[in-house]
């Protein structure tokens, strides 16, 4: 089974820049898509970012213009480079990923998230 983990989560003060990674924790063969998703105390989850395997990328509109998803295809890791945070960006912060394993199973994992507080 594919395990994913997170880092790069913190305290962070408003107008400051935060990288979260997500990285599998065995050999896959590929990532297929991506998600950021994020979850604020007493609110839903909700989509942060999106890559598909063609570098297509979505994001909310909440975020447009500050965070930006990527990936490196060699090392098989998601990033989120969150830039001019918010205090509303505080949240945890889980990655989702689609993907195939070196036995061509496709498969699907959820990271266990990463606190990013925004404050002064």
């Known amino acids: 089974q594919v395990y994913l983990e997170e880092s790069g989560g913190g305290l962070v003060q408003p107008g400051g820049s935060l990288r979260l990674s997500c990285a599998p924790s065995?050999?896959?063969?590929?990532?297929?898509?991506a998600e950021w998703h994020r979850q604020a105390p007493g609110k839903e989850s909700e989509l942060v970012a999106g890559i598909t395997s063609d570098g297509s990328t979505n994001y909310a509109d909440s975020v447009k213009g500050r965070f930006m998803i990527s990936r490196d295809s060699a090392e098989n890791t998601v990033y989120l480079q969150m830039n001019s945070l918010k205090p509303d960006d505080t949240a945890v912060y889980s990655c989702?990923?689609?993907?195939?394993?070196?036995?061509?199973?496709?498969?699907?994992?959820w990271g266990e998230g990463t606190q990013v507080t925004v404050s002064s």
């Open positions: 065995m050999i896959i063969a590929s990532i297929d898509s």
């Open positions: 989702h990923v689609l993907g195939k394993t070196t036995r061509h199973y496709d498969f699907s994992a």
